[in-house]
């Protein structure tokens, strides 16, 4: 057994930690651009027109069952011989955005059905118009139902994250593997790589537990 | 660019050999994964804190670090620390049999805590002891609870085993990159698309076994088998 030698990565902290904020930055673009698409898709999954119902289920279920590392190499490889040239951070997060909106639209599905349907009779008799009977009735609810589910998506795509490296985007993952062949010490720097990412996550989790209790105080059947 | 079909068919067997090793690869890390899920689901939901605390800590470590730095820690830290030389797939098998394991647990654990109450005390009433409790009341119950969430881990395995590909391991995912890279200008698209498609397919095979299994377990009558979404990362 070799020796253990953490010190040898003191010098390499402070790129770790740059690359870890690089990690969450990817990681909160990703999860705002992906809100608003997988609501939408949401409303479209559940529509009554099957026009907007079919294309919203074949995003969902293709993106789901495609691994994401396959994404983001159809993005950054595949589509430049359509001519369209995408950077690598561009990439990055486009895909995983389409991933994360895939599964949010799920999220946002399953919360629309929990909403009791007197909460749309009793908005439209109250002589809400139906812009209305989303912005003020529907959507609240949604997001105080679906508030736990959001942050397992949450923490998913910052696990996610890490896969940007393997197209050279130079978050806490790669960073690492950098750092671990420069010095050597593979060991030593993937821990505490993963203490990292551990306290990242387990923070996200704290947190949004806290304000979770919050978001759901009072709420019907909670 | 036009559509390289017969490029695609000189492919195929390559790609097929791919898929083949992905398989394997899944079908073994699920083996180990759902072994180990089980015994650290089922001390998780012990009352035995020396059961309890370890499980907990390692469901809690495995499922908040990303699965490529968990693999990149199996293939260069863990053979370097104890001298050895470890190949790539013995690498890929240990780290996604511990990440499937990590999340087969929480799957085990809220199948059985999924378990009414009552129902403990029923048992308790008819003068079952613990085991026996575990056997006949709570595992049949527990079973059909947990399955559409264990389907979901099994499909999360599958997709995770092309992160086997970055240490240099030709699964599927390897083998299109290989291809691609024999002629990168023309081939990419086509070739990474069949490699998406063939996760897709299995992936919903997977789905599929799970629905027909779900319904053959399934009690007329009993109510209450409500599947739990779970997450699925990446």
């Not at chain 1, 985007?169 to 821990?191: A, M, P």
Request: net charge positive.
């Amino acid at each position: 057994m070799s020796k253990l030698d953490f010190g040898a990565l003191s010098p390499y902290i402070g790129s770790m930690l740059n690359a870890l904020k690089i990690t969450l930055f990817i990681s909160v673009l990703a999860v705002l651009l992906s809100l608003p698409i997988g609501l939408t898709l949401a409303f479209f999954r559940t529509s009554r027109y099957a026009v907007l119902r079919i294309p919203a289920a074949i995003y969902v279920e293709v993106l789901r069952n495609v691994p994401l590392l396959v994404i983001i190499y159809i993005l950054y490889y595949g589509l430049p011989s359509y001519g369209v040239v995408l950077g690598a951070l561009t990439s990055g997060v486009a895909a995983l955005t389409l991933n994360g909106s895939a599964y949010l639209t799920e999220v946002f599905r399953g919360g629309l059905t929990a909403i009791p349907k007197g909460q749309y009779e009793a908005a439209r008799s109250l002589g809400l118009p139906h812009r209305h009977v989303l912005g003020s009735v529907v959507i609240p609810q949604l997001f105080r139902i679906t508030f736990p589910a959001l942050g397992n998506q949450v923490v998913g795509l910052i696990l996610g994250s890490a896969l940007v490296s393997v197209i050279g985007i130079n978050e806490l993952t790669h960073v690492s593997y950098v750092i671990g062949s420069k010095t050597f010490r593979y060991f030593e720097v993937f821990v505490v790589a993963g203490v990292m990412y551990l306290i990242a996550v387990q923070l996200v989790n704290r947190i949004w537990g806290i304000v979770g209790r919050r978001v759901r105080k009072g709420m019907v059947g909670a | 660019m036009s559509w390289h079909d017969s490029q695609l068919t000189d492919y195929a067997p390559l790609l097929y050999q791919g898929a083949k090793t992905t398989l394997r690869l899944t079908g073994l890390a699920l083996l180990f994964g759902s072994a180990l899920g089980i015994v650290a689901g089922l001390a998780r939901s012990s009352r035995v804190w020396w059961l309890r605390l370890p499980a907990m800590m390692f469901i809690g470590t495995f499922r908040s670090i990303p699965i490529l730095l968990q693999l990149f820690f199996a293939y260069y830290g863990l053979p370097l620390l104890f001298n050895i030389n470890v190949p790539q797939y013995a690498a890929a098998t240990l780290a996604l049999s511990v990440y499937c394991g990590a999340y087969m647990a929480e799957v085990v654990r809220s199948a059985v805590q999924s378990v009414d109450s009552g129902q403990l005390a029923a048992a308790a009433a008819l003068g079952l002891g613990r085991v026996r409790t575990f056997i006949y009341v709570i595992s049949p119950q527990a079973l059909r609870v947990g399955v559409p969430a264990a389907v979901g881990v099994f499909v999360m395995t599958l997709k995770d085993s092309s992160l086997a590909s970055v240490i240099g391991y030709l699964e599927l995912t390897g083998t299109g990159l290989a291809v691609r890279e024999i002629d990168p200008a023309s081939g990419s698209f086509t070739v990474l698309i069949a490699v998406g498609a063939i996760y897709f397919v299995c992936a919903w095979l997977i789905s599929l076994c799970g629905q027909y299994v779900e319904r053959r377990l399934r009690i007329p009558g009993m109510a209450g088998a409500k599947a739990q979404p779970t997450m699925t990362a990446a």
